[in-house]
């Protein structure tokens, strides 16, 4: 399957036409291979993977993977009935109103018929699609509709799969992922770039330049704005996509990210980093964020001892607070009455991110001790059964929804946990993993290949936020 991808590749990356609404491109007539409207009788595929019932029809949803194509049908119908087909551009969120491609109704003497064939994405446009099938009876306004799904384009494996889904919140526009926020963003497109690096899929490296180009004036410029753990999300974004094209402008933007995180380091409880400009809290995520952000650079900046010697500094610090607890968990932060530990929540992302940190210091001082320390912290998140009941990841915050910050969390701590699997000769955490890998993907995927927030199931909604925490735990399981 992964010629395919790579022809298509060629594709995505022309010139792109300039970003249009989503219902504006459902709606267009597209060319891709073949254009719009081509007899399915020429589909060379045939796959079904949704269907509905409707007054006793069925509504079928048929992809054609070799040309990424797709048609709807109706059968057990009767004369006069209708079907067609709606398209996103958005992962389901809109469509054209109105549209219905291909629109037919099955004629006299028959009961059934289908639509001509639609191209599910549109290349030049960068529309990353999805088709559904939709029908009514002849004789009633109802109408039924099957779930959204896709070709196998950009989709071979489940890792590509999860890729192309998350590709589906992309605004092109504005160069974030919508349904969620700034440091979402910064973390969708890090599992973006790891997904390249990791499948070999290159269709969507456009977005690293994209999203650069349209944002590295927003906010305080350079990626950095009032909170200073958002800020140290994207410094290891744009590390990421140096470490993938070798573009010197990401590891400026970087350091310059190091430098406004520095710049709010102070005396107060014996040093740390603060989490927002306001100065009234210093917590786990954005200490975690400053060693392992200076301990990057360090190991990607010829000559560097500047930035070695703040992530030392980040970890001298850190391990005084009894922010590292008995049990070898990460609580999210100190109280400043007493300069210890004062927060004792346990959230999932405060120990992986403190685990790729150390990770990335044990690399950049050559000490075991970094490996090791990380290695008791990640021995411990997941055997630990609060974080993970029945073996599975699991914040508590999702007894209820998590907010708009909760979803992302699961993501980075697996992004940090195989991180230092790799990093370790018997690489002791596949197997917990691809257990979180494997039950996700039979217990909280839609036939859109979006998941949940739950990965031990069922799907509660999807957005990007949960899109990449999915991507993360895909590409980082063997």
Same mark, same amino acid.
């Given at each position: 399957?992964?010629?395919?991808?790579?022809?298509?590749?060629?594709?995505?990356?022309?010139?792109?036409?300039?970003?249009?609404?989503?219902?504006?491109?459902?709606? &267009?007539?597209?060319?891709? &291979?073949?254009?719009?409207?081509?007899?399915?009788?020429?589909?060379?595929?045939?796959?079904?993977?949704?269907?509905?019932?409707?007054?006793?029809?069925?509504?079928?949803?048929?992809?054609?993977?070799?040309?990424?194509?797709?048609?709807?049908? !109706?059968?057990?119908?009767?004369?006069?009935?209708?079907?067609?087909?709606?398209?996103?551009?958005?992962?389901? &969120?809109?469509?054209?109103?109105?549209?219905?491609?291909?629109?037919?109704?099955?004629?006299?003497?028959?009961?059934?018929?289908? =639509?001509?064939?639609?191209?599910?994405?549109?290349?030049?446009?960068?529309?990353?699609?999805?088709?559904?099938?939709?029908?009514?009876?002849?004789?009633?306004?109802?109408?039924?509709?099957?779930?959204?799904?896709?070709?196998?384009?950009?989709?071979?494996?489940?890792?590509?799969? $999860?890729?192309?889904?998350?590709?589906?919140?992309?605004?092109?526009?504005?160069?974030?992922?919508?349904?969620?926020?700034?440091?979402?963003?910064?973390?969708?497109?890090?599992?973006?770039?790891?997904? !390249?690096?990791?499948?070999?899929?290159?269709?969507?490296?456009?977005?690293?330049?994209?999203?650069?180009?349209?944002?590295?004036?927003?906010?305080?410029?350079?990626? =950095?704005?009032?909170?200073?753990?958002?800020?140290?999300?994207?410094?290891?974004?744009?590390?990421? $996509? /140096?470490?993938?094209?070798?573009?010197?402008?990401?590891?400026t933007t970087a350091r310059a990210?190091?430098?406004?995180?520095?710049?709010?380091?102070?005396?107060?409880?014996?040093?740390?980093?603060?989490?927002?400009?306001?100065?009234?809290?210093?917590?786990? !995520?954005?200490?975690?964020? /400053? !060693?392992?952000?200076?301990?990057?650079?360090?190991? &990607?900046?010829?000559?560097?001892?500047?930035?070695?010697?703040?992530?030392?500094?980040?970890?001298?610090?850190?391990?005084?607070?009894?922010?590292?607890?008995?049990?070898?968990?990460?609580? #999210?932060?100190?109280?400043?009455?007493?300069?210890?530990?004062?927060?004792?929540?346990?959230?999932? /992302?405060?120990?992986?991110?403190?685990?790729?940190?150390?990770?990335?210091?044990?690399?950049?001082?050559?000490?075991?001790?970094?490996?090791?320390?990380?290695?008791?912290?990640?021995?411990?998140?997941?055997?630990?059964?609060?974080?993970?009941?029945?073996?599975?990841?699991r914040d508590s915050c999702e007894?209820?929804?998590?907010?708009? #910050?909760?979803?992302?969390?699961?993501?980075?701590?697996?992004?940090?946990?195989?991180?230092?699997?790799?990093?370790?000769?018997?690489?002791?955490?596949?197997?917990?993993?691809?257990?979180?890998?494997d039950t996700a993907h039979a217990?909280?995927?839609?036939?859109?290949?979006?998941?949940?927030?739950?990965?031990?199931?069922?799907?509660?909604?999807?957005?990007?936020?949960?899109?990449?925490?999915?991507?993360?735990?895909?590409?980082?399981?063997?």
């Amino acid at each position: 399957m992964v010629p395919i991808s790579l022809a298509l590749t060629a594709v995505l990356l022309a010139p792109a036409a300039p970003p249009a609404e989503p219902s504006t491109l459902a709606n &267009r007539v597209v060319c891709n &291979r073949y254009c719009d409207a081509r007899d399915a009788a020429a589909a060379p595929a045939d796959r079904t993977p949704v269907r509905t019932t409707l007054f006793g029809r069925s509504i079928v949803l048929h992809l054609n993977d070799t040309d990424a194509m797709g048609w709807a049908a !109706i059968e057990t119908g009767n004369a006069g009935d209708e079907v067609w087909l709606d398209r996103s551009f958005d992962g389901g &969120r809109t469509w054209a109103d109105g549209s219905r491609l291909g629109v037919t109704a099955v004629p006299a003497g028959q009961r059934g018929w289908r =639509t001509a064939q639609y191209n599910v994405d549109d290349w030049n446009a960068r529309g990353v699609g999805a088709l559904r099938a939709c029908g009514k009876a002849g004789d009633r306004p109802d109408v039924a509709c099957t779930p959204w799904a896709r070709s196998t384009w950009n989709a071979w494996d489940r890792r590509t799969a $999860a890729a192309t889904a998350l590709m589906q919140f992309y605004d092109n526009g504005t160069g974030l992922f919508a349904t969620t926020g700034w440091w979402n963003s910064a973390n969708a497109l890090t599992a973006v770039v790891d997904n !390249i690096r990791r499948s070999g899929m290159t269709s969507y490296r456009y977005a690293i330049e994209n999203t650069y180009t349209r944002n590295i004036n927003a906010h305080r410029g350079n990626f =950095t704005n009032d909170f200073l753990d958002d800020t140290g999300w994207w410094p290891m974004a744009w590390i990421g $996509a /140096y470490d993938l094209t070798g573009d010197a402008r990401y590891l400026t933007t970087a350091r310059a990210g190091a430098e406004h995180m520095a710049r709010h380091w102070d005396g107060v409880c014996g040093g740390g980093v603060w989490w927002s400009t306001a100065h009234t809290y210093k917590n786990a !995520i954005t200490n975690s964020l /400053y !060693i392992q952000v200076n301990a990057a650079l360090h190991n &990607r900046v010829a000559g560097d001892s500047l930035y070695l010697q703040r992530a030392r500094a980040g970890w001298a610090w850190y391990a005084g607070t009894g922010m590292v607890d008995s049990r070898n968990l990460v609580v #999210d932060g100190i109280s400043l009455s007493t300069c210890r530990a004062g927060n004792p929540a346990v959230w999932s /992302y405060n120990q992986g991110v403190l685990v790729a940190a150390l990770t990335e210091l044990g690399r950049a001082t050559g000490d075991a001790s970094s490996l090791t320390r990380a290695r008791q912290i990640a021995d411990a998140a997941t055997r630990d059964a609060a974080l993970n009941p029945g073996g599975i990841l699991r914040d508590s915050c999702e007894s209820g929804d998590c907010g708009a #910050d909760g979803p992302s969390f699961k993501g980075a701590h697996v992004r940090g946990l195989a991180a230092l699997n790799a990093a370790l000769p018997d690489r002791p955490y596949s197997t917990y993993l691809r257990r979180q890998a494997d039950t996700a993907h039979a217990a909280n995927r839609t036939p859109l290949d979006t998941y949940g927030l739950r990965w031990a199931g069922p799907v509660d909604r999807t957005d990007a936020a949960r899109q990449q925490s999915a991507l993360d735990l895909l590409n980082a399981a063997p």
